[in-house]
């Protein structure tokens, strides 16, 4: 048996109107592309991409930086409690097959540091700015999308060739 591709959703814990719209569109459509939604469990944008996840009748993983399971936002499906703060973000991105950050602050920027580091594609949408020297296109790894559809394409295309290659640095010459 395969298992379905995790993407992981990560996105800052307050999310004006728009963004959080944004952020429950893409967890909807995880959810109908049959893969599960990787988040951080707690508000804003992970909430709304949980929200849209379940209501599509999808599973979600939230990843708590505390050691109450209760913390999860009610959209949850799959609580990790960890006990391990802001350390946390490694296990939330290290659990996905690719990353799609929408706006966020400052943990979503060391979310988008450990997934490139972890080799998973990163797709943002209305998020940080990363460019890498010598990188116009936003730095290595990471691409820009300024639709949900878009977001989602990218990031399951991007979790699939993963799956079937492997980290670049694993593939033959």
């Not at 990560?10 to 429950?24: M, Q, R, V, Y």
């Not at 659990?95 to 966020?104: E, F, H, K, N, Y």
């Amino acid at each position: 048996m395969s298992r379905a591709l995790q993407i992981c959703v990560s996105g800052g814990a307050s999310a004006d109107d728009e963004i959080a719209a944004l952020a429950e569109e893409v967890g909807s459509g995880i959810a109908r592309a049959g893969a599960v939604l990787v988040c951080g469990g707690r508000g804003g944008v992970m909430e709304a991409a949980a929200r849209g996840a379940r209501e599509a009748g999808g599973d979600v993983i939230g990843v708590l930086p505390s050691a109450d399971p209760a913390d999860a936002n009610p959209y949850v499906s799959h609580v990790v409690a960890t006990g391990i703060g802001h350390a946390r973000n490694v296990a939330v991105v290290a659990s996905a097959d690719a990353v799609i950050a929408i706006g966020g602050e400052w943990g979503t920027l060391s979310e988008i540091a450990f997934a490139r580091r972890l080799q998973r594609p990163v797709v943002a949408v209305e998020s940080w700015a990363v460019s890498g020297r010598g990188h116009m296109d936003g730095g290595p790894g990471i691409q820009h999308a300024t639709t949900a559809e878009e977001a989602i394409a990218t990031a399951l295309a991007g979790a699939a060739e993963l799956r079937e290659t492997g980290p670049p640095e694993q593939r033959a010459p």
